[in-house]
């Protein structure tokens, strides 16, 4: 169900100019209460609200935002951050129709260090995630990824919106000399948090049709197998999620206790991908003489490129790992 007050925007855009709060959220990738938020502690409001309430968005408004969003990327304090975007305020700019894409400004004066991050051709939603990774700012991250899950699903969520910006994260870090590590961190926790409180319920588990998730020994590469946990209860499918490395002796007793339909691996690198611990759990039979069964090991991850295990499926990515699971539990 909508709130009021935004339904009562959305009205006043359709019957004039100017945008509502949350279509400029979206264009600029910020939550609606960064942006209101803004207002009262910076002045950084529209020039015009209706009946003294509804605020209404010109287009000198975005661009100021925009110039606000560029220079918290850099690192500088939002009050500083405002005091610039306020100072820097043009007038030239024509008039914003809703449904009208803002032209982008030049970030003059931009510190390379603490720059944003290169996300190439990605959603407009990485770029609002990756604002507040960079600033550290919980709350914003919060409801953007909640928006994003809500909105395209789990998978798509993962694949076109968190994945690119981890990747560009992963990437700043790597050639800023060790620099944004916690970011990185930050990043990986809310992603791992938000799965958890947003996910579907555990479903209860079937005989024969459940999935045993888990990390290979040595691996702690835990987060995209928390996607595929969360995607397969999406879907009704049981699983069972053991996480970061687990020892030899410990998945086999897992694999042999719960007799799962399906057992997927997780290795981020060669060097603790194991194809013949992948194919020792593929050959576990359990169940009654005459109907025992084996599981259907995936091995996940790119650690396992290169050295795929014969008859044992490598799904390229989390649409594709969950298609297979699907197909192998309710076959």
Same mark, same amino acid.
């Given at each position: 169900?909508?709130?009021?007050?935004?339904?009562?925007?959305?009205?006043? +855009?359709?019957?004039?100019?100017?945008?509502?709060?949350?279509?400029?959220?979206?264009?600029?990738?910020?939550?609606?209460?960064?942006?209101?938020?803004?207002?009262?502690?910076?002045? *950084?409001?529209?020039?015009?609200?209706?009946?003294?309430? @509804?605020?209404?968005?010109?287009?000198?408004?975005?661009?100021?935002?925009?110039?606000? #969003?560029?220079?918290?990327?850099?690192?500088?304090?939002? +009050?500083?951050?405002?005091?610039?975007?306020?100072?820097?305020?043009?007038?030239?700019?024509?008039p914003?129709?809703?449904?009208?894409a803002?032209?982008?400004?030049?970030?003059?004066?931009?510190?390379?260090?603490?720059?944003?991050?290169? *996300?190439?051709?990605?959603?407009?939603? #990485?770029?609002?995630?990756?604002?507040?990774?960079l600033? *550290?700012?919980?709350?914003?991250?919060?409801?953007?990824?909640?928006?994003?899950?809500?909105?395209?699903?789990l998978?798509?969520?993962?694949?076109?919106v968190?994945?690119?910006?981890?990747q560009?994260?992963?990437?700043?870090?790597?050639?800023?000399?060790?620099?944004?590590?916690?970011?990185? @961190?930050?990043?990986?926790? @809310?992603?791992?948090?938000?799965?958890?409180?947003?996910?579907?319920?555990?479903?209860?588990?079937?005989p024969?049709a459940?999935?045993?998730?888990?990390?290979?020994?040595?691996?702690?590469?835990?987060?995209?197998?928390?996607?595929?946990?969360?995607?397969?209860a999406?879907?009704?499918?049981?699983?069972?999620?053991?996480?970061?490395?687990?020892?030899?002796?410990?998945?086999?007793?897992?694999?042999?206790?719960?007799?799962?339909? +399906?057992?997927?691996?997780w290795?981020?690198s060669?060097?603790? +991908?194991?194809?013949?611990?992948?194919?020792?759990?593929?050959?576990?039979?359990?169940?009654?003489?005459?109907?025992?069964?084996?599981?259907?090991?995936?091995?996940?991850?790119?650690?396992?490129?290169?050295?795929?295990?014969?008859?044992?499926? @490598?799904?390229?990515?989390?649409?594709?790992?969950?298609?297979?699971?699907?197909?192998v539990?309710?076959?």
């Open positions: 169900m909508g709130n009021k007050r935004d339904d009562g925007e959305e009205a006043d +855009a359709r019957r004039g100019g100017g945008l509502t709060t949350g279509e400029v959220a979206r264009r600029l990738g910020v939550a609606p209460t960064t942006i209101r938020s803004w207002d009262h502690r910076y002045g *950084l409001g529209p020039a015009a609200r209706t009946g003294g309430r @509804h605020r209404r968005w010109t287009a000198v408004d975005v661009a100021r935002l925009e110039r606000m #969003c560029a220079l918290t990327a850099t690192g500088l304090p939002p +009050a500083e951050a405002a005091r610039l975007a306020l100072d820097e305020g043009s007038t030239d700019v024509p914003l129709q809703a449904g009208t803002p032209s982008p400004r030049p970030v003059r004066g931009r510190s390379r260090a603490g720059a944003g991050l290169r *996300l190439g051709d990605a959603r407009q939603e #990485c770029k609002g995630v990756a604002r507040a990774a600033r *550290l700012d919980a709350t914003t991250l919060d409801e953007l990824l909640r928006a994003a899950i809500e909105e395209h699903g998978v798509s969520a993962w694949t076109e968190i994945t690119p910006t981890l560009a994260v992963g990437r700043k870090w790597e050639s800023s000399g060790e620099r944004y590590v916690e970011v990185e @961190h930050f990043l990986s926790w @809310h992603v791992s948090s938000a799965l958890r409180r947003y996910a579907p319920p555990v479903v209860a588990d079937r024969g459940t999935t045993v998730l888990a990390c290979v020994p040595a691996e702690n590469h835990t987060l995209p197998l928390e996607v595929l946990a969360a995607a397969l999406e879907r009704g499918l049981a699983v069972r999620m053991f996480g970061g490395a687990l020892p030899v002796e410990s998945l086999v007793s897992a694999v042999g206790r719960t007799g799962p339909a +399906a057992v997927g691996l290795a981020q060669r060097a603790t +991908a194991s194809g013949p611990l992948a194919q020792y759990v593929a050959a576990m039979e359990w169940g009654v003489r005459g109907a025992r069964r084996q599981p259907v090991v995936l091995t996940l991850g790119p650690g396992w490129a290169g050295q795929t295990v014969p008859g044992l499926p @490598h799904p390229p990515g989390l649409a594709e790992a969950v298609t297979t699971v699907e197909s539990v309710l076959r």
